[in-house]
T-cell receptor, first 114, second 114 residues
Framework: DAGITQSPRHKVTETGTPVTLRCHQT?????MYWYRQDPGHGLRLIHY???????DKGEVSDGYSVSRSKTEDFLLTLESATSSQTSVYFC?????????????FGPGTRLTVL | ELKVEQNPLFLSMQEGKNYTIYCNYS?????LYWYRQDPGKSLESLFV?????AVKQEGRLMASLDTKARLSTLHITAAVHDLSATYFC??????????????FGKGTKLSVKP
């Protein structure tokens, strides 16, 4: 699992509440990503980070914010959760392997917004 | 904008049969990845394909890349039940450059029946 943990692993929350998901890596990889996975959509990139305090938007960033104050932690925040944000969230890191970079994924967080 | 299409999206196979999953992408890229996902689990990296004509094999799975046709295939030989999973292809969005973001196909759910 490339030393990636996510917390919590499961969460049920109510519409309008703030939610923060945490991704932690044990190796000092520069790039980290947040994806969401929904049936029929594959994985879609929410935000990514290329270093401490360096983040950028992905394909589906509306309603989400991120922060990276330490290399090992990448936080995803839903400021005011909506039912459309019910999904499985995966964190990933990018590991350099010679001519290419390869992404490895964390175990996922299943979020339900009621 | 890079788009990635997989087909079929669902595949029911009998054990012992051969089949191919196709991954088409819309703009030039030089890095393509295949992942496997078991139900309720994270994504596991299978293959990284870097150049035109690249072919990689692992057990009953063989992946190939044709960058001119913008097509990758994942061929399954003599399927066994253990291969039942969802398979994703992902394409690096930054052709010719360094680290890019991955754009995923919607996945192919493979079910191998006795």
């Amino acid at each position: 699992d490339a030393g990636i943990t996510q917390s919590p692993r499961h969460k049920v929350t109510e519409t309008g509440t703030p939610v923060t998901l945490r991704c932690h890596q044990t190796e000092n990889h520069r790039y980290m990503y947040w994806y969401r996975q929904d049936p029929g959509h594959g994985l879609r990139l929410i935000h990514y980070s290329y270093g401490v305090k360096d983040t950028d938007k992905g394909e589906v960033s509306d309603g989400y914010s991120v922060s990276r104050s330490k290399t090992e932690d990448f936080l995803l925040t839903l400021e005011s959760a909506t039912s459309s944000q019910t999904s499985v969230y995966f964190c990933a890191i990018s590991v350099k392997g010679g001519l290419y970079n390869e992404q490895f994924f964390g175990p996922g967080t299943r979020l339900t917004v009621l | 904008e890079l788009k990635v299409e997989q087909n079929p999206l669902f595949l029911s196979m009998q054990e012992g049969k051969n089949y191919t999953i196709y991954c088409n992408y819309s703009t030039t890229s030089d890095r393509l990845y295949w992942y496997r996902q078991d139900p309720g689990k994270s994504l596991e990296s299978l293959f990284v394909l870097l150049s035109n004509g690249a072919v990689k094999q692992e057990g009953r799975l063989m992946a190939s890349l044709d960058t001119k046709a913008r097509l990758s295939t994942l061929h399954i030989t003599a399927a066994v039940h253990d291969l039942s999973a969802t398979y994703f292809c992902a394409v690096d969005s930054n052709y010719g450059g360094s680290q890019g973001n991955l754009i995923f196909g919607k996945g192919t759910k493979l079910s191998v029946k006795p």
